[in-house]
């Protein structure tokens, strides 16, 4: 198996032109091997007979691994086709002079194909095999716009198609809740908790930061709840077979509406020890992979508590169901500005009403009310989240 | 950058009445202050630019040095040491040769080996660049090997009103400053607000916004690099013109922004091609702006010769508006 | 830049964002959360692509310029060269 690029560790075999007993010269095209980079085809250097095929169709086998055994006129030779760099090196020309890439076949560019850094990189945060694409550039470099017009192209054929079965979905959201609502106690507390402080230290922060670096109001929210998990155990953890078991970790679940409908509460692992920037990475990334219908096993199992939050556009309280095997889930509904009493005053303050729903047979009202006005009093200092 | 929108009418003048002005503005507001080199005082400066001075200030803050770049650098750097604000100039760069041993082992490097215990806070002007048919000995560029030196800063003031406002705060950094102004700007005329200020010594600007191709130079070099922007302009290629202001340190933020922009680049530098200021940039652009790249950089830089005499030749040798426009175009495959 | 082709890449970075939605049809003057069903994590995702593919960094201050199709196109055009 020669090594047909830097970077190829093996490939696959995929046809042989020769069986035992043919003849063969040197240059005689005598397999086709598959690689990262295409189908490519590979060529024998010695004269002889094929003695025997060591390697069957379909294999995929490291470079180096012999493939085939051909009889030369100097005795037995077990030959794979030596690597290219064996060749003895071209004469050194410019770069502009070098040979122009092999033309397409099956629609492929062979090796040798020019691609611009931003071209490469682009197809690679879009998952296109670069080497589909005809190149536009000089010696038929392919260049970005080559491959945004693929892009464009690609995103003209197709249409999207969830990764979700929205409808199996459903059924298995239905069975979910309706267990849930069965069999847990639920006991429901409200707390109003004021968030200029958030506001505040939010559009400061973001002023200077490009939107890459942005942070949602969802991070600090989901951060606050992560904390106070950390100091309320009885709200962090798994229902079973009649007992609760704390969870040693806090891994939030986080409520993803799914557009076309559905819902899913993904975990952010550990939540309590990340950086809000770091947080809100990861929820940028489970909301995309939720788009995508990229959602780990591991994600839908591990969540120890949930936040669900409607955000700007929902409504000013929302009541939530634990997903079982939890047995808590903190909603916040949206924040809207309504008076608020400071000092014996009147004023007019962001507001966000924060619910929890937890399961009576872990915990009581006065637990669930100190874990709600704890994740009020986080959110005071978001400095400090 | 933005002028501070006009209450106060803005004047016409010169890069050289620009730099006078900045000098006479350093004497008056600090008593450290003085400028020596040779022909600065009687003479007026070789290139006229401290004509008046001695008048004005007297031959105490203008002093008027032997022949002698090693020497009176060198007293210059004493001067900064002992507590002094010196602006020493040096004719030309080419002539800054004979004090690159004191520029490079002492200037740059006493804070260093005393442990910090004293600083060099020296400015040094000099004239630089050819167009003037000077010939092979007095037409150099060499910014590039002093933008090599750790330990100093070095500027390339193209405007006027870089060249107003750079000295002063070169004279107030704590470390040696050199300032290079080039020989084809001194006559350039322009506006400046009268209460034009000071500017800070370590950020690119970007001139001229495109989304096509970068083009980053300095100095001289700025002018003939808008003038091929225009050019570009008119066939429907938008460059986007850089002028770096300060060559050490490299305001790699501003040229790397640039690059994530426009995929392209081409680099006007002055100096001679191998082992230029441009070859740096290049290296900076592959080290962090790779992925960015759609093309190989371009360079457009001094022909590999000693500068010619003859002015048609001198004109070849050194960078033009139409070398300029060829290399974007080459990059954009519009040859 | 035009306004044609600030137009097609708004319109392309909404539909990325609701990919089943025909942004084509939506009604320019139209609020486009309302009208896309997009909550803020959306809408940081659609000023992190603008930036991305214009290189304009549209500080949150100005989030409301860019509440409909057209607000959205005419804004970019005064920060685009």
Known sequence: ?385 | MLHKAAQVAVTETTYREAIREAIRDALKRDERVFLMGEDVGRYGGCYAVTKGLLAEFGPKRIRDTPLSESGFTGAGIGAAIGGMRPIVEVMTVNFSLLALDQILNSAATIRHMSGNQFGVPLVIRMATGAGRQLAAQHSHSLEGWYAHIPGIKVLAPATIEDARGMLWTALEDPDPVLIFEHIMLYNMTGTLSPDAGPVNIDKAVVRQEGRDISLITYGGSLWKTLEAAASLATEGIEAEVVDLRTLRPLDDATIMASLRKTHRAVIIDEGWRAGSLAAEICTRIVEQAFWDLDAPIGRVCSEEVPIPYPRHLEEAAIPQASKIVAAAKALLKRA | MSTVDIRAVVQEELGNIAPEMDVGAIDPSADLREALDIDSMDFLNFVTAIHRRLGVDVPEIDYPKLATLDGAVAYLETRLP
Not at chain 1, 187 to 206: F, G, K, P, Q, V
Not at chain 1, 242 to 265: D, M, N, P, Y
């Open chain 1, 1 to 385: 198996m020669p090594s047909l690029g830097a970077d190829m560790e093996a490939g696959t075999l995929v046809e042989w032109l020769i069986k035992a007993g043919d003849p063969v010269k040197r240059g005689d095209i005598v397999a086709v091997v598959e690689t990262q980079k295409g189908a490519i085809e590979i060529e024998t250097f010695e004269t002889g007979t094929v003695e025997r095929i060591l390697v069957e169709i379909g294999a995929k086998v490291p470079v180096g691994t012999p493939l085939a055994i051909i009889q030369t006129q100097r005795g037995k030779e077990g030959v794979a086709p030596p690597p290219p760099a064996a060749k003895p090196p071209p004469p050194l020309k410019a770069p502009a002079a070098g040979p122009p890439p092999v033309a397409a076949k099956n629609g492929r560019v062979a090796r040798g194909a020019r691609i611009s850094p931003a071209a490469r990189r682009l197809a690679e945060q879009h998952g296109i095999d670069i080497l589909t694409i005809t190149g536009t550039g000089a010696d038929n470099t392919i260049l970005l716009n080559d491959v945004e017009r693929r892009i464009a192209e690609l995103k003209a054929q197709a249409p999207r198609a969830p990764g979700f079965d929205l409808a199996a979905m459903r059924e298995a959201i239905a069975a979910a809740m309706a267990r849930s609502k069965r069999e847990i106690p639920h006991y429901y507390l409200a707390h109003e908790i004021e968030m200029s402080a958030c506001e505040d230290w939010l559009t400061r922060r973001n002023a200077e930061r490009p939107p890459e670096e942005r942070l949602l109001l969802g991070a600090l929210l989901v951060k606050a709840v992560a904390l106070a998990a950390q100091k309320f155990p009885a709200f962090n953890g798994f229902y079973h077979d009649g007992k609760f078991e704390a969870a040693s970790s806090v891994h939030i679940g986080t409520a993803i509406a799914i557009r076309g409908g559905g819902l899913i509460a993904p975990a952010i692992h550990d939540a309590d020890r990340l950086s809000l920037d770091d947080l809100m990475m990861k929820m940028r990334e489970l909301v995309e992979r939720v788009r995508a219908g990229r959602i780990r096993g591991s994600e839908i199992a591990d969540p120890t508590i949930t936040v669900s939050s409607l955000g700007e556009r929902g409504v000013e309280t929302l009541y939530g169901i634990i997903y079982l095997p939890q047995v808590a889930i903190v909603g916040f509904g949206k924040v809207a500005t309504r008076p608020w009493v400071e000092g014996g005053t009147v004023l007019a303050r962001p507001i966000v009403n924060a619910t929890l729903a937890a399961d009576h047979r872990v915990s009581d009202g006065h637990a669930g009310a100190l874990f709600l006005t704890e994740i009020g009093k986080l959110l005071q200092e978001p400095e400090t989240l």
